[in-house]
Nanobody
Framework: QVQLVESGGGLVQTGSSLRLSCSAF????????MGWFRQAPGKERVFVAA??????????YYADAMKGRFTISRDNAKNTIYLQMNSLKPEDTAVYYC????????????????????WGKGTLVTVSS
């Protein structure tokens, strides 16, 4: 069992940067690929980014809309992953969720439908215009 706790959300202005954290509590953190999803008000949850297992070279996936602005990383010593978000826009406003999964297949992460085992409760990011 793994518990995921997100933090770092808040209210920021357009163009600002924010770093989200997701701390994992439980066993075998390194055995999970980790990632972020977000859900804007009135919309479905969508994939943001993912990073592979601890023993790999830190391979990453990004949704096309986030490439170049968002960076995912993991600190295995702290059982934590991060999402650095730069040049934030009002359309980035959403609840951001952390996920842990046994899959490293892109389609699993892109859809969020399979291979993802644990979810956090989310942290709200609001970007004002």
């Amino acid at each position: 069992q793994v518990q995921l706790v997100e933090s770092g959300g808040g209210l920021v202005q357009t163009g600002s940067s924010l770093r989200l954290s997701c701390s994992a509590f439980g066993r075998n953190f390194g055995n999970y690929a980790m990632g972020w999803f977000r859900q804007a008000p009135g919309k479905e949850r969508v994939f943001v980014a993912a990073i592979s297992f601890s023993w790999t070279a830190g391979s990453t996936y990004y949704a096309d809309a986030m490439k170049g602005r968002f960076t995912i990383s993991r600190d295995n010593a702290k059982n934590t992953i991060y999402l650095q978000m730069n040049s934030l826009k009002p359309e980035d406003t959403a609840v951001y969720y952390c996920a842990a999964g046994h899959s490293w297949i892109y389609s699993d992460w892109a859809t969020g439908d399979y291979g993802l085992d644990y979810w956090g409760k989310g942290t709200l990011v609001t970007v004002s215009s």
